[in-house]
Every structure is written in C-alpha cells, then in structure tokens.
C-alpha cells in the first residue's frame, strides 16, 4: 500500500493532469468554433493604412477586395499613431479604414502594437529598453527594442491594450486579434535590469530557498554558490571566461520562454475582458525560433505561425530547392501549431521576393501558390499574406507585395494569389462535412513528443560541433513524410493513447513519471521510437546516480553503454538487414538483454558488432531505441519503415519533396523536388485542381 503523503502526491499529480487534459481540451473545442469548417480557409494581407497617404486607403482596400481577400490586418506596429501623447488616444484614422475595409467586405483582424513603442514612452522611461548580451542598451528606430520584464513598459502596454479594446470591445467588423508581432527580439536575450531582476523573482518562485537552488544548479562546482536570489545574475556567455552553469542556462531559457508567455498572456486578459466572444485572440511566432517556445501559449485562443522559406537559409532539394524551401518547413509547422490549442492559422506568408534575408532570390513560378496550398492541407484556418503593398520606404523597401511599386498592379505572386483564392473559393461546394478521414492514412497517426528543454539543454551542451537537436529531430519528421503519416507534435500534457506510434527524439530531460507513461503506453500497444540521448538526465539538468540512462533500460530492453562521437571527415557504418548506413554526428552503443532483438549493428570503430538500434517487445507493443544519429536520415527512415511493419500498420513510399495530406474531406498533394511525380490517385476519385502528373512547385487537390 502507499504512504499517505506519496498516495496524496500522486493524487494530487493525477488531478493536476486530469485539469491540464481538460483545459486543453476544452480550448481546443473553443478554439475551433471561431472557424466555420466549411469555409475552409479565408485568405487575407496585412495592410499599413499609416504608412501610406491617406487619400490611397479607398482605392487599396477596393483593390484588395477585387483580388478577392477575405481580410485583412491593421495596426501591429502603429502605437505612435494610436497614442501620440501619452494618455492621448486618437483611434480616428483607424476607425475610418477599418470601414473601409467593412465597406469593401473585407473583415479585420486587429493588433495590439506593443512591438513599436513611441519614442516619447522611451525617452521618458528608457529603463523599458532591453540589453543584449553585449550589454548594449537596444534603441528606438526598429522594432522589439523593449523588455518584456520591465513593469513600467508593461504598465503603458495594457493602458494602450485597454483603449484600443475599449474601443473596439463590441465591433463585429473586427474578426479577431493579434497580440504584438512575432513576440521575440529576433534571437536576442534581455540582460536588462528588469529581466535580472525578473529572472530572481522567478528563480525564488521556483526554489524557494536559495539552498535548494545551490543544490539543483550544483553551485558547489567552481565556488558559484549564492547566499541570496539577489545575486544571480541572468546567464550569459559572452560576460564569462568559461561555460556557464548549464543548469542556469536551462533555466534562464525557460525563464525567458514564460517571460514572454506571461506577457502575451497579460494582454490576453485585457482584451478578453472587453471584446466579443466570438472574437478570437492569437499571437503569431517564428515556428522553430528557438527563443519563444510556442507550446506554452495555451494563454491563447491559439497560436498563428510566420513563414518565409526563400531567404537564403533553406537550401531545399534539388538544384532549384533555394527557389521552395524544404517540404519539412511548412509541414512541421502545421503540425507543432495546429495541437497546442486545437487550431491554428499562417499570421504571415512570404509574398515573393524579400529584402532581409542571406540572400533574396526570386521565389519559383508557382510555389506562393504551392505553399498556400499546403498550409490548407496541414489543418489552417484562414492564410495571412505579408503584405499587400511592396513599400516605397523604411526597413523593407525591398520586399514583394501584391500590389508592386507602383501602388495599383499586382506582382507575379500577386497573380498567384489571385488564382489561388478563386480555387480556394470554387472548392467550397465540393466540401462534405460528413467525410471521414482514410482508414489507412488515419492508421498511421504518429505523435512526435517535443519538450523545449531538451532542445534548450542539448544544444548548449552538444559535445560535438555536429549536434543540432531540430536537425535531429527534424530527420525522423521527414521520414515519417515521406512515409505519408499524419504527425501531431505533441507535448507531454497531451494523451498519447490516441497514437499508434509514438516517436520521442533525443529526449534527455525526464522523469520516472514520465517512464511510467510510456511503459503504460506500449503495454496497451503503442509503438515507441526513442534516439540517442533519451534518459541522460532528470529534470533539473542532473546527471542521474545510477548507469547510463538506466531510468529508460527495463524499457528499452538494454543497458546504454556510452556515446561516440566523430570528426565530420571520418565516417561509422551501422548495417541493418542486407544494407550499410553512414553516422558521424552521434552513437550512442547499447547492449540488449535477452529478448531484445538486435535490428542494426555498428560495422566498424572498436565497438563494431555491438547493437545500434533495437527492438523490444513489451506487453502489446514495441519499444525501438535508434543509436545514430546520421546526417542523411536514411537509418533513421528504414528504422521507422520496419516499425510501422512490424505493427501491421500500411505505410506509402513517397519521393522527398512530394507531401500529401488529407483535410475535411480533400486530398492535397505538393511538390518541393525537382521532378514531376505521378501521384497514385484512384481512377473513382475527382480530381479538382491540377492533374495526376504533379509538377514541382504545383498543386493537386482529389476527392
Ligand atoms: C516578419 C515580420 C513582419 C515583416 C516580415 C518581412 O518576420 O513579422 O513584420 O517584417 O517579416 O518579411
């Protein structure tokens, strides 16, 4: 029997979980009901009524209706114009484009502009600015300069929230809400006073006593240890001569990750007193920035994400890749947002060519129209282009707009939104709300289990120049593409009962709770896909007391011996079955129990012979431990092709670059490769747009 106080603790666990499961359920029933699903997915442009003459408004807002946008989104970066003078509101201009729009049948999505103070605010309080890492104070003459920890810039952000809700609190020509802008400072952190001073109160609220936190952080290590909060400083590399406490990384991280959470929630709570309820509230953010965790928005009615996938960073596939970005970037998106609340939305989608990037190419003929495509087929509720007018000055004079330089005609990817929005609109009356998705692609439901924490952790600790845990990651959520297997990436406050599979990549950071979870899930028949690093170390950045991730071995059926690492010029081989596949970023070796089958072995380096990847039989279900992490994925793709057959659970086979996915009743099929594919579409089924033979940067939609 259990003590009274560990049965109350688990008690008090379970009820904790029972309240989170129902609290996310219950936003992500709420969440929904903003979304018709039979419209599908309104397409809309951010237009700047303050950034251009106002005699233009009239004719741009008729414009926008003639291209056929749903709406549009006002006011994200115009605090200046909202509140001149301190205390002076003047919603006046607004309240006339805003009828603009309303008279062209356009909707609006509103913004709170906390990303651009005025320059009054700052030159009155410039405590409100952040500091970087450098210890430079950021300035006004940009945008994000201001820290999310100062009281006194949170003070006249929710004065300026009230107004503009009040304002607008019961106008139904508003739609709904977006809080700031791509929250972030764009990859900085705060080191300002505030941030310090926010980071201790956050600290004192975690551990309580300054002990404690001597003890979990291992402040004895190199005689850091503290006597009082006061003196933590907020970590940073770049003030010390050698690495940081990792522990007070990990935490100084999640710190700044609820920072910004609390404040969007902040604003939340304002705008939620006053406005309609049928009015919805969303925030948008750099998907895998790794700043702001989007997770932790479920302060939210959901979370939107911003996307531009040609700039130079994303290299694509093929020769002309550069021209699409990768099929995993709007993908994975799709599938991080759409579970955190139930729903989600694309805030801002690249318009054509930009001005900020490594270097700024021409997207490819078709592929604005492609991506807005794929953002339907991954769940989204309506698609915001960015933005509707190229501008003629400031930071972005260089980027693409619907309407060109001249103000009234539509670039090329302009035409494509014009094209895409009559399809999208004509695709409405072949929606059957009675359609249910396809037995087999149901069948292959995976769940990708992400915590930001390991990220956080591994990647400040990578212990070799080759670890990237999104790379890593970012290989099994490929695979399971090209597999054609709907993805959830979930978090662990979510039922993993629903998955047939289950795939935790990298998972170092955990707990025996969490152990029980997974044992309990595959004994009812879940299949689970644990990798290298799962298990090292308990919550708080320890090391545990035991072997090597023992907490995972009963598991995973095998005892972790080590890790190896390689130079980038040497390469390891793992032959699983008749083939032979390349590592030199990361191996961990383990040694299976009896009963444990081996699948892969390593075939070279003084450990060759010993088990790579395994396969454990537990209760109904499987437990695979995948030892490499390899730079072209392809051990990683075989592993879960072998884990889906051995389930009985049917798979496809698609080229890299092909995604299809089904929506309310659709099939959508894009193209990111450098070659057409025939997709295999049954004779019976209706083909709506496009044809069988999909070309790159094209569409296909069957029912
Ligand atoms: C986004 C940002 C927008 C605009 C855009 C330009 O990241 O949220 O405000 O700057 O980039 O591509």
């Known amino acids: 029997m259990l003590p009274l106080k560990t049965f109350r603790h688990v008690a008090g666990v379970c009820l904790c979980l029972l309240l989170a499961w129902l609290s996310n359920a219950a936003n992500a029933q709420s969440a929904d009901k903003f979304f018709p699903k039979a419209d599908l997915m309104p397409i809309g442009s951010y237009y700047y009524p303050e950034q251009w003459p106002h005699e233009y408004w009239a004719r741009d807002l008729k414009k926008m ?6 709406f549009t989104h006002f006011g994200e970066f115009a605090w200046a114009f909202i509140e001149p003078e301190e205390g002076h509101f003047d919603f006046k201009w607004l309240d006339e484009a805003v009828e603009l729009a309303h008279q062209n049948g356009i909707k609006v999505i509103m913004c ?10 700052e030159q009155k309080h410039p405590e409100v600015l952040m ?9 006004h003459g940009s945008r994000q300069q201001c820290s999310w920890s100062s009281p006194v810039y949170r003070e006249y952000v929710s004065k300026m929230v009230e107004a503009i809700a009040r304002h607008y609190a019961t106008d139904k020509r508003i739609w709904g809400w977006q809080l700031d802008n791509e929250p972030s400072h764009y990859g900085q952190y705060d080191y300002s006073p505030a941030a310090q001073a926010s980071f201790q109160k956050w600290l004192k609220n975690k551990y309580h006593d300054i002990e404690t936190l001597n003890k979990t952080w291992g402040t004895a290590f190199w005689s850091i240890r503290y006597s009082d909060f006061s003196q933590v400083r907020c970590p940073n590399n770049k003030e010390l001569i050698a690495q940081a406490n990792p522990a007070a990384i990990l935490d100084f991280k999640r710190f700044s990750a609820d920072e910004v959470t609390g404040f969007m929630g902040m604003q939340y709570d304002i705008l939620r007193k006053y406005i309609l309820p049928e009015q919805w509230i969303t925030t948008n953010l750099m998907p895998t920035h790794d700043q ?3 997770t932790r928005f479920t302060n939210l009615d959901f979370v939107t994400y911003t996307k531009y996938l040609v700039a130079g960073y994303d290299k694509g596939l093929g020769p002309q890749g550069f021209r699409m970005g990768s099929p995993t970037s709007i993908a994975f998106s799709n599938d991080l947002f759409r579970p955190i609340n139930g729903t989600t939305g694309v805030m801002e989608l690249q318009p054509g060519q930009v001005n900020w990037g490594k270097f700024n190419s021409q997207p490819m003929p078709g592929v604005v129209r492609m991506w807005i495509w794929h953002a339907f087929a991954g769940g989204n509720k309506f698609v915001c282009n960015y933005r509707f007018k190229q501008p003629l000055t400031g930071g972005e004079q260089y980027h693409y707009g619907i309407i060109g330089t001249d103000g009234v005609t539509p670039s090329r990817s302009g035409q494509e939104y014009i094209k895409v929005i009559k399809e999208m609109k004509s695709l409405k009356k072949d929606y059957d709300p009675n359609a249910k998705m396809p037995k087999d692609y149901a069948s292959r439901l995976t769940a990708v289990l992400y915590n930001p924490d390991n990220r956080w952790e591994e990647d400040n600790q990578p212990q070799t120049n080759q670890w990237n845990f999104m790379d890593h990651l970012m290989r099994y959520y490929g695979a399971l593409k090209e597999l054609n297997c709907p993805v959830d990436v979930i978090t662990e406050n979510k039922d993993f ?4 599979v289950m795939i935790a990549p990298a998972y170092e950071l955990l707990d025996a709770k969490l152990v029980e979870r997974w044992t309990q899930y ?8 644990l990798s290298c690093r799962t298990g090292q170390k308990d919550r708080n950045d320890k090391l545990w007391e035991m072997h090597y991730s023992e907490p995972i071995s009963k598991l995973i059926g095998a005892k972790v011996s080590f890790y190896d690492l390689l130079p980038d010029t040497v390469w390891g081989t793992v032959k699983m079955g008749l083939k032979t596949y390349k590592w030199n970023n990361w191996a961990d070796v383990v040694d299976p129990v009896p009963g444990t089958e081996t699948w892969a072995s390593y075939s070279n380096q003084y450990y060759a012979g010993r088990a790579a990847v395994i396969n454990h039989k537990l209760g109904k279900g499987t437990v695979t431990f995948v030892g490499p992490d390899t730079d072209d994925g392809e051990l990683e793709k075989a592993t879960l092709k072998k884990v889906y057959e051995q389930a009985g659970i049917p798979v496809a086979n698609l080229p890299k670059g092909v995604i299809l996915e089904w929506r309310d009743g659709f099939w959508v099929g894009v193209n990111y490769s450098a070659k057409p594919y025939l997709v295999p579409i049954p004779a019976t089924a209706k083909i709506l747009i496009g044809s069988k033979i999909l070309n790159p940067a094209d569409v296909v939609v069957w029912k």
């Open 65 to 70: 209706a003639e291209v056929g946008f749903d």
């Open 112 to 121: 709170t502009s906390s990303p651009t103070p005025p320059v009054w605010l």
């Open 131 to 139: 500091v970087n890492e450098l210890g430079v104070t950021m300035q």
């Open 292 to 294: 702001v965790d989007p």
């Open 497 to 500: 009962g629903k998955y047939p």
């Open 522 to 529: 595959v004994e009812n028949g879940g299949h689970l896909v």
